[in-house]
């Protein structure tokens, strides 16, 4: 009997895989999402800032890390007011892609979700190609959004080579468990001067560092590798491309990962609030099984919210934001 693909392919967990360093060290351990978790770390390296996790789930185990609710059903994960305000954020990333790539170009999204980006291009004009390895999601980028839709693995896709315009990474690359891999075969697939969008967590940023294991944007062990800025650049230099922006402002992710975060260093159950703001079929538990730390949460939101709102301003001036979006092209 052959041993299993992931058995061998497992490294020593000291080696970095961007700089080659093996120095990696424990810098936290991560807290389980479930009581019966193993226990997770996050190693970094000191060389580069470079995260991972440790041990990787294989992909044999990881779906259990991304349970129906993980969705939502339909695809719809917050209540209105909230759904609106997200595809209102959809469409100005639309915008920031169409800006840089010729008319009726190529686009492919990869993990699109549900594909709203690609709905929103569709309807400029453009050519939309979505990967992703939710069934469910792609079911509706591709009926609802009209995009050519390709379900499982990235690298194992059928794309043709060097016929995109642009390729996206909307928090997606975080959850590769071999990024290197993922951007060699996002440069291939490109054009020459192809665009390169790849917005993740920011490792190094100061919500990052404030609160380490209690971090909203951690999100172990789905996140199987933890980018900073020079991480990351130096990663897609690595991979063939030319760094145009790295941007450290995100109204959308960046002030959210400082309000529940603060709530989380308080020992409130997991990520209460972001529960409490998603629709019923995308709840992962009831928010009726902790009515007094619901009312709390509710209550220290006119202190936590401007708080959260000020320090996504202070963290941005110091190019130390939450999140962090680069746009590249391939040289
Ligand atoms: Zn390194």
């Known amino acids: 009997m052959t041993a299993p693909r992931d058995t061998l392919e497992r490294r020593d967990p000291h080696d970095c895989e961007i700089c080659g360093s093996r120095r990696g060290f424990q810098a936290f351990r991560a807290k389980g999402l479930a009581a019966d978790d193993p226990h997770f770390r996050v190693m970094r390296c000191p060389e580069c800032g470079y995260g991972w996790t440790d041990p990787a789930p294989p992909d044999s185990e990881i779906g259990r890390w991304y349970p129906k609710e993980y969705y939502g059903r339909e695809n719809v994960r917050f209540n209105p007011l909230f759904e609106r305000m997200t595809r209102w954020f959809r469409r100005r990333r639309a915008r920031e892609v169409s800006s840089r790539i010729p008319a009726r170009g190529r686009v492919l999204d990869v993990?699109?979700?549900?594909?709203?980006?690609?709905?929103?291009?569709?309807?400029?004009?453009?050519?939309?190609?979505?990967?992703?390895?939710?069934?469910?999601?792609?079911?509706?980028?591709?009926?609802?959004?009209?995009?050519?839709?390709?379900?499982?693995?990235?690298?194992?896709?059928?794309?043709?080579?060097?016929?995109?315009?642009?390729?996206?990474?909307?928090?997606?690359?975080?959850?590769?468990?071999?990024?290197?891999?993922?951007?060699?075969?996002?440069?291939?697939?490109?054009?020459?001067?192809?665009?390169?969008?790849?917005?993740?967590?920011?490792?190094?940023?100061?919500?990052?560092?404030?609160?380490?294991?209690?971090?909203?944007?951690?999100?172990?062990?789905?996140?199987?590798?933890?980018?900073?800025?020079?991480?990351?650049?130096?990663?897609?230099?690595?991979?063939?491309?030319?760094?145009?922006?790295?941007?450290?402002?995100?109204?959308?992710?960046?002030?959210?990962?400082?309000?529940?975060?603060?709530?989380?260093?308080?020992?409130?159950?997991?990520?209460?609030?972001?529960t409490i703001l998603k629709n019923s079929s995308a709840r992962m538990t009831p928010v009726r099984k902790h009515p007094w730390q619901a009312a709390l949460t509710v209550a220290l939101l006119p202190v936590f919210l401007p708080l959260a709102f000020l320090l996504t301003l202070v963290e941005a001036a110091f190019r130390e934001g939450g999140t962090i979006e680069v746009y590249a092209f391939k040289e």
């Not at 939710?134 to 194992?156: C, I, L, P, Q, T």
Request: aromatic residues 14%.
């Open 111 to 274: 993990g699109c979700g549900r594909g709203l980006i690609l709905g929103t291009l569709k309807e400029w004009g453009f050519e939309t190609h979505g990967v992703e390895l939710s069934e469910e999601s792609a079911w509706h980028a591709k009926h609802r959004m009209g995009a050519a839709m390709h379900v499982g693995n990235f690298v194992d896709a059928k794309l043709e080579p060097g016929t995109f315009d642009a390729i996206i990474f909307w928090h997606s690359l975080e959850h590769f468990r071999k990024p290197v891999a993922a951007l060699l075969h996002a440069h291939q697939l490109l054009k020459p001067g192809g665009l390169l969008v790849v917005a993740v967590p920011n490792s190094d940023s100061m919500q990052a560092r404030a609160f380490r294991a209690d971090w909203f944007h951690l999100d172990v062990p789905r996140h199987y590798v933890h980018f900073g800025e020079r991480a990351l650049t130096s990663l897609l230099e690595r991979a063939g491309f030319e760094i145009e922006t790295a941007t450290h402002f995100c109204f959308e992710q960046n002030p959210y990962g400082w309000l529940q975060s603060f709530y989380n260093a308080m020992e409130l159950e997991w990520n209460l609030l972001y």
